[in-house]
């Protein structure tokens, strides 16, 4: 691979401090298209950092922040190319009922009605979540909510999507469900990056990388 266009996500040289705390060090990060992969590392290493960083959530007024970065072929990230999943999901819903959380991302791209609806409930069947679709957003368990979000994320049309620990409250079956999933946007030449506390299905990632003293080790 020769040049940047040919990089969902080039990150060369990265430095990162905040608060005076330095994060990353010289940290490079490419990612291909039509792959997924993981970022791991212990709580307070930098994962969240890093997907943020990639979203564009910093300002150089901000933040100590230098080094080349490049999503997309935009070095300010387009955010309507990407769609992202935060790790408190509960910050993330918006309605009290779970069929308009799932439909508002497919509303706001002007799909038809008829569509939508096809749409939710075929995710909602997939992640076998559709008997949630009625319930209030505010009863769910943090597992239910975590699958909703995912769901909602997912449902977007995007080329890149970025999940901050999108299986940490799901039980074996729904992570099995979610990774099935996954495989399938892959399928279709989409591209995922994952930030994960422990990687426990290595073989479902094109590639596994550790932060480590600031920089990405690749598994």
Same mark, same amino acid.
């Given at each position: 691979?020769?040049?940047?266009? =040919?990089? #969902?996500?080039?990150?060369?040289?990265?430095?990162? +401090?905040?608060?005076?705390? !330095? #994060?990353?060090?010289?940290?490079?990060?490419? #990612?291909?298209?039509?792959?997924?992969?993981?970022?791991?590392? =212990?709580?307070?290493?930098?994962?969240?950092?890093?997907?943020?960083?990639?979203?564009?959530?910093?300002?150089?007024?901000?933040? =100590?922040?230098?080094?080349?970065?490049?999503?997309?072929?935009?070095?300010?990230?387009?955010?309507?190319?990407?769609?992202?999943?935060?790790?408190?999901?509960?910050?993330?819903?918006?309605?009290?009922?779970?069929?308009?959380?799932?439909?508002?991302?497919?509303?706001?791209?002007?799909?038809?009605?008829?569509?939508?609806?096809?749409?939710?409930?075929?995710?909602?069947?997939? !992640?076998?979540?559709?008997?949630?679709?009625?319930?209030?957003?505010?009863?769910? +368990?943090?597992?239910?909510?975590?699958?909703?979000? #995912?769901?909602?994320? !997912?449902?977007?049309?995007?080329?890149?999507?970025? !999940?901050? =620990?999108?299986? +940490?409250?799901?039980?074996?079956?729904?992570?099995?469900?979610?990774?099935?999933?996954?495989?399938?946007?892959?399928?279709?030449?989409?591209?995922?990056?994952?930030?994960?506390?422990?990687?426990?299905?290595?073989?479902?990632?094109?590639?596994?990388?550790?932060?480590?003293?600031?920089?990405?080790?690749?598994?």
């Amino acid at each position: 691979m020769g040049n940047m266009e =040919e990089f #969902v996500i080039d990150i060369k040289n990265l430095n990162f +401090s905040y608060d005076g705390d !330095l #994060v990353f060090s010289e940290l490079d990060f490419k #990612v291909e298209k039509a792959k997924i992969y993981a970022v791991t590392g =212990e709580s307070g290493l930098g994962k969240t950092t890093l997907l943020k960083i990639i979203n564009g959530y910093f300002t150089s007024e901000e933040v =100590e922040l230098s080094g080349y970065i490049n999503v997309l072929g935009d070095e300010i990230p387009d955010l309507t190319k990407i769609a992202s999943m935060y790790q408190d999901v509960s910050l993330q819903i918006i309605f009290d009922n779970v069929f308009r959380e799932l439909a508002f991302g497919l509303e706001n791209q002007n799909a038809d009605c008829d569509k939508v609806e096809e749409k939710v409930r075929a995710i909602a069947s997939r !992640l076998e979540i559709d008997n949630l679709l009625s319930q209030d957003t505010n009863r769910l +368990s943090y597992g239910e909510k975590q699958l909703v979000v #995912v769901a909602a994320t !997912l449902l977007l049309e995007r080329d890149l999507y970025i !999940l901050d =620990e999108p299986f +940490s409250a799901l039980a074996k079956d729904k992570k099995n469900l979610l990774i099935s999933e996954l495989k399938a946007k892959r399928e279709h030449g989409k591209t995922i990056v994952v930030a994960l506390h422990e990687v426990q299905n290595m073989d479902f990632f094109d590639k596994v990388y550790k932060i480590r003293d600031g920089k990405l080790i690749e598994y």
